[in-house]
């Protein structure tokens, strides 16, 4: 039996968790978080590549993450998008120094590569995630894209290069792994949730909120081992799994809104 089962009503824990949804995800919530990073723009691109980046940079102090972001931001004239598509074998020595704990500059070579490879060929990075293909999710049905499959295609793309760095694979997760893939999951989160709030940007449409899983991060995970919502030792991929199945009980729709709740309490002590 859930933790929440033996000491709450899950209408008890309902209540909780909204109205933690509530207090974090409002527009205070952005600056002292990573995704500060990509609010920085307005253009399609240029967001979905310094929210990429600053998903993956996400770990270690969040003031740290975000000066490094910015540091790359710097390197790249303050135009992302431009500079990928641009930029000339000279314009990449200033990132030779480039280095964010483990992640250094033959990483931050290769996601400059693959960005200028893949957008020269795709409008956006969400291409990479769910083909052109796949129909639009309609609201009235369960997904037909997982998440799941869209991460294993994403890593499958990303490094379909020929010259892929095998150590850049650490930095960039996949469920055929049994990842929890907490960084990809909260970048996914921010490109396809969509509100009024203005925290997560809602610019993707071909995966829907749905099917999104939560980010399983150390102060989400605590937490749901807290209220019972994470049962599974392991914080792998079924452990993410389970968790957004208990999550989907209170929103089918819309279950990963609820990882504001769960980081908000982590993070500000209050559980």
């Known amino acids: 039996m859930a933790l929440f089962e033996k000491t709450h009503s899950a209408d008890w824990l309902y209540d909780l968790l909204e109205s933690k949804v509530q207090q974090y995800n409002q527009p205070t919530f952005i600056p002292n978080d990573p995704i500060s990073i990509p609010h920085q723009f307005s253009q399609q691109q240029d967001i979905e590549i310094m929210g990429f980046w600053a998903a993956v940079l996400a770990w270690g102090q969040r003031k740290t993450i975000i000066n490094k972001c ?5 390197l790249m004239d303050g135009a992302p998008y431009d500079f990928v598509r641009n930029h000339q074998p000279l314009d990449l020595k200033p990132f030779l120094h480039f280095k964010h704990r ?3 500059a033959t990483d931050t070579l290769y996601f400059l590569h693959f960005f200028q490879q893949f957008y020269a060929e ?3 990075l969400e291409e990479a995630f769910v083909p052109a293909s796949v129909a639009l999710p309609q609201p009235e049905r369960h997904p037909a894209f997982p998440a799941e499959q869209a991460l294993v295609r994403f890593h499958e793309v990303f490094f379909g290069l020929e010259d892929a760095p095998a150590r850049t694979r650490k930095h960039v997760a996949t469920p055929a792994r049994k990842s929890s893939c ?5 970048f996914l989160r921010w490109m396809v949730r969509k509100d009024a709030n203005g925290v997560d940007f809602g610019i993707w449409n071909r995966l829907s ?10 102060h989400v995970e605590r937490v749901a081992r807290k209220l019972g919502l994470l049962q599974r030792p392991n914080t792998d991929w079924q452990a993410a799994l389970e968790l957004t199945d208990h999550l ?3 929103d089918p729709s819309d279950p990963v809104k609820y990882d504001f709740a769960l980081f908000g309490l982590g993070v500000e002590g209050e559980m």
Do not use: G, Y
Request: proline share 7%; with cysteine.
């Open 70 to 74: 910015n540091e790359l931001i710097r």
């Open 248 to 250: 989907r009980r209170f």
């Open 182 to 186: 907490k960084r990809l999951n909260m």
């Open 102 to 104: 483990t992640f250094n």
């Open 209 to 218: 909120p749905a099917a999104l899983v939560c980010p399983c991060d150390v």
């Open 122 to 124: 795709h409008a956006s």
